[in-house]
């Protein structure tokens, strides 16, 4: 064997031992990244939970406030703040059922409000109930945002970890596809138009 043939046999090996090293880097860097990027939309979701518990809570406060310009006009009242009180301190605020659940019971409760509002027009003209109404009309804006945000992230994540060759690293990490914040069953119904 001459030196030259075993210089190219050697030179092969090297070539052929770095692509192959080439090639690990490669599937390794994707995979630390892919890791990486299912890991940053699940904290996505959880600020954009937040962002919802946060709606919920400016909501909250604002309905309270509101509760108190109308206590001199309603009759059940009373019946309402404990409601509301004990809706926000049992509400858990990392779980999503909790928070949907908060959510569909203020709405019920800004209904009760509302209805008193028109059931006395003197309540109608007070000027500080007018801006609790404009605000919490904001309120419920901002709170629409927050769940168009969570969906869109959730939405977002669920397609990122059941995608290959993506699916593979989410099944390493037990990533699971995450529920959707979902409206009140009386809003996604039929509605009867009676004339």
Same mark, same amino acid.
Request: cysteine-free; charged content about 25%.
């Given at each position: 064997?001459?030196?030259?043939? %075993?210089? *190219?046999?050697?030179?092969?090996?090297?070539?052929?031992?770095? &692509?192959?090293?080439? /090639?690990?880097? =490669?599937? @390794?860097?994707?995979? %630390?990244? *892919?890791?990486?990027?299912?890991?940053?939309?699940?904290?996505? &979701?959880?600020?954009? /939970?937040?962002? =919802?518990? @946060?709606?919920?809570?400016?909501?909250?406060?604002?309905?309270?406030?509101?509760?108190?310009?109308?206590?001199?006009?309603?009759?059940?009242?009373?019946?309402?703040?404990?409601?509301?009180?004990?809706?926000?301190?049992?509400?858990?605020?990392?779980?999503?059922?909790?928070?949907?659940?908060?959510?569909?019971?203020?709405?019920?409760?800004?209904?009760?409000?509302?209805?008193?509002?028109?059931?006395?027009?003197?309540?109608?003209?007070?000027?500080?109930?007018?801006?609790?109404?404009?605000?919490?009309?904001?309120?419920?804006?901002?709170?629409?945002?927050?769940?168009?945000?969570?969906?869109?992230?959730?939405?977002?994540?669920?397609?990122?970890?059941?995608?290959?060759?993506?699916?593979?690293?989410?099944?390493?990490?037990?990533?699971?596809?995450?529920?959707?914040?979902?409206?009140?069953?009386?809003?996604?119904?039929?509605?009867?138009?009676?004339?």
């Amino acid at each position: 064997m001459n030196i030259l043939q %075993i210089s *190219t046999g050697v030179l092969a090996a090297i070539i052929a031992g770095g &692509i192959v090293l080439l /090639l690990i880097i =490669i599937l @390794v860097s994707w995979w %630390i990244g *892919t890791s990486n990027s299912i890991k940053k939309m699940k904290i996505s &979701i959880e600020e954009s /939970l937040s962002g =919802i518990d @946060v709606a919920l809570t400016k909501r909250f406060d604002l309905l309270t406030e509101q509760l108190k310009v109308v206590k001199g006009y309603m009759k059940h009242e009373k019946e309402i703040m404990i409601q509301v009180t004990e809706l926000r301190t049992n509400a858990n605020r990392k779980d999503l059922e909790s928070l949907q659940k908060m959510d569909n019971t203020i709405k019920n409760i800004n209904r009760e409000i509302d209805i008193t509002h028109e059931n006395y027009p003197q309540l109608k003209a007070d000027k500080s109930f007018v801006l609790l109404q404009a605000s919490v009309t904001d309120a419920e804006e901002h709170l629409q945002a927050a769940r168009r945000l969570f969906n869109s992230n959730v939405s977002a994540y669920n397609k990122s970890i059941v995608v290959f060759p993506r699916s593979i690293v989410a099944n390493h990490l037990h990533a699971e596809k995450h529920a959707f914040f979902v409206a009140d069953q009386v809003k996604t119904g039929d509605v009867p138009l009676e004339f």
